[in-house]
């Protein structure tokens, strides 16, 4: 959730339900979910929506282009049927810049609504005022419990951010020169690297 308190309870509501719409896309691309369940606004939660009629404008800002990304666009596509008077504007960053560009945002006070980052980074940009505690708004958030503990960025018991997926990574090697160095096993997990 980024730190737009200068922007009503609203748009912050909106965003946390386009984030589960988003993360809801890919829990939904691999078969656990394909629904997002919001509390209502008469529900008094800290995640009350407001009436589908409400109209305004959400800035995302993403690494992710197409093909990679159509995921993005369909739920952003799912969102907007239900708030069609909401625009999205989304903002392609290559994932290299994400971070310094965030960063940058809160000097020059143009901090998206949400982005697709690394939560790795969250610290940092908790530290800069960029993001902030969630904690409510995930607590109320009727499908947390399709994302294992694993997935959840916190800082001092404060969510600060939710992947919606994992990257895969892969450890190269190089045989021969292993075989020079006597190494007669390659190392197949990270204990044994």
């Known amino acids: 959730m980024m730190n737009r308190s200068r922007r009503p309870w609203r748009r912050r509501s909106l965003v946390a ?61 799912r969102f907007n049927q ?9 903002t392609n960053i290559p994932y290299a810049e994400m971070t310094s560009k965030l960063l940058g945002s809160g000097i020059s006070k143009s901090i998206p609504d949400g982005v697709l980052y690394n939560p790795a980074d969250s610290d940092k940009l908790l530290e800069a005022g960029i993001i902030q505690d969630f904690t409510p708004l995930w607590n109320d958030f009727a499908d947390k419990g399709q994302f294992p503990e694993s997935v959840v960025w916190k800082v001092d018991d404060k969510v600060l951010s939710v992947q919606g997926y994992l990257n895969t990574t892969a450890i190269w090697y190089n045989k021969t020169i292993l075989d020079k160095a006597g190494v007669t096993k390659v190392p197949t997990t990270i204990d044994e690297f």
Do not use: M
Request: proline content about 6%; some cysteine.
């Open 17 to 77: 339900v386009l984030a589960g719409t988003l993360s809801l896309a890919l829990t939904a691309c691999v078969g656990q979910g394909n629904s997002v369940q919001s509390p209502s606004a008469d529900s008094g939660s800290a995640a009350g929506l407001p009436s589908a009629d409400v109209s305004t404008t959400i800035t995302l800002w993403t690494y992710q282009t197409l093909p990679n990304g159509k995921w993005w666009d369909d739920a952003i596509a």
């Open 82 to 90: 239900q708030y069609p008077n909401v625009k999205v504007e989304t």
